[in-house]
Nanobody, 127 residues
Framework: QVQLVESGGGLVQAGGSLRLSCAAS????????MGWFRQAPGKEREFVAG????????YYADSVKGRFTISRDNAKNTVYLQMNSLKPPDTAVYYC????????????????????WGQGTQVAVSS
């Protein structure tokens, strides 16, 4: 079991920045990759970014490329999502998730790839 706790959400004006954190505890050594997803009201949960624990390869949704950066601190078992140039459509609840099987570029964006999820943190971007 891996427990995930997100933090860092809040209200920000368009063009602003936020950094989300996801602290993992428990059997963290069993995780291959971490992902960030988001879910806006009335919409399906969607992939935002993912990172491999080993090697650090990163993947992004087209909608956030160039604005968001995912990173990890292996020693702290923490994953971050730096969000810059935020836009109102970025408003959503952001979730981090852990994958417990080998992950590749074709699967890192799929919800079913992940076995543990955090409780989510709200991000609101005003125009």
């Amino acid at each position: 079991q891996v427990q995930l706790v997100e933090s860092g959400g809040g209200l920000v004006q368009a063009g602003g920045s936020l950094r989300l954190s996801c602290a993992a505890s428990g059997r963290t050594f069993s995780s291959y990759a971490m992902g960030w997803f988001r879910q806006a009201p009335g919409k399906e949960r969607e992939f935002v970014a993912g990172i491999m624990w080993s090697g650090g390869s990163t993947y992004y949704a087209d909608s956030v490329k160039g604005r968001f950066t995912i990173s990890r601190d292996n020693a702290k078992n923490t994953v971050y999502l730096q969000m810059n140039s935020l836009k109102p459509p970025d408003t959503a609840v952001y979730y981090c998730a852990a994958a417990f099987h080998p992950v590749g570029s074709l699967t890192i964006g799929h919800i079913k790839t992940y076995g543990s999820w955090g409780q989510g943190t709200q991000v609101a971007v005003s125009s």
